[in-house]
Every structure is written in structure tokens, then in C-alpha cells.
Nanobody
Framework: EVEVVESGGGSVQAGGSLSLSCIVSGFTFDDTAMAWYRRGPDHRCELVSSIQRSGSITYAPSVERRFTASQDKAKNTMYLQMNALKPEDTATYYC???????????????WGQGTQVTVSS
């Protein structure tokens, strides 16, 4: 059974940092590429970062040079280090394979509950 648990969210002021974690079970990172998504107050979905099985990592332009994604395959855990946070980063963050977006800004259901990040100005 596939299970995904995101954690690490919270409330911070602009310029602050947070570190998100995603623990998965029922599959491994060798089975599939993975990604971090977020859904903001407008409910639009955005692909934040993706990690290919090769280890190659890409970022959305809106977070590049501020966010760093990584994986620990031995722990079945992926991470998202978020620095220099901005109010527009406020969203619920999810981890999932990079196939969730079915239309621009629209994502199918995520496996986990997500973790809320709130950035105040």
C-alpha cells in the first residue's frame, strides 16, 4: 500500500526558512521520479521541484536559488529546504510523482495530506 506523509510546515515571517520532509512507503525512489507540488490559497497547483530517478533536480523559476530538494533513499525520505521565503510561497505542499498536473494549475488528488506553509510579510 502506498503511503506518503508530508511534514515540517509552519508559519514564518518573510525571509525565514523551513525544511519539509516527505516519508514514503509502498514504493521506492528507484521506482519513480518524485516531485514537490504546492497548492496556494487560490487552489491552483504548481510544480515546485522534481527529482528524476537519475538524481537530476529541476525547480520552478519562482523558487530557483531559494529552495533545495533532496532525497535520502535509505530512509525513503525526500526533503525541501526553503530559504528566503516570501508571502507568495504560502501554500499546502505535497510530494508525489511528477504526473499530478492534468491541466495548467489543476492537479489530481495527492496521496498525502500535505503540510501547510504560511509566510507573513
Amino acid at each position: 500500500e502506498v503511503e506518503v506523509v508530508e511534514s515540517g510546515g509552519g508559519s514564518v515571517q518573510a525571509g525565514g526558512s523551513l525544511s519539509l520532509s516527505c516519508i514514503v512507503s509502498g514504493f521506492t525512489f528507484d521506482d519513480t521520479a518524485m516531485a514537490w507540488y504546492r497548492r496556494g490559497p487560490d487552489h491552483r497547483c504548481e510544480l515546485v521541484s522534481s527529482i528524476q530517478r537519475s538524481g537530476s533536480i529541476t525547480y520552478a523559476p519562482s523558487v530557483e536559488r531559494r529552495f533545495t530538494a533532496s532525497q535520502d533513499k535509505a530512509k525513503n525520505t525526500m526533503y525541501l529546504q526553503m530559504n528566503a521565503l516570501k508571502p507568495e510561497d504560502t501554500a499546502t505542499y505535497y510530494c508525489a510523482p511528477p504526473d499530478r498536473e492534468v491541466a495548467p494549475g489543476v492537479c489530481r488528488n495527492f496521496w498525502g495530506q500535505g503540510t501547510q506553509v504560511t509566510v507573513s510579510s
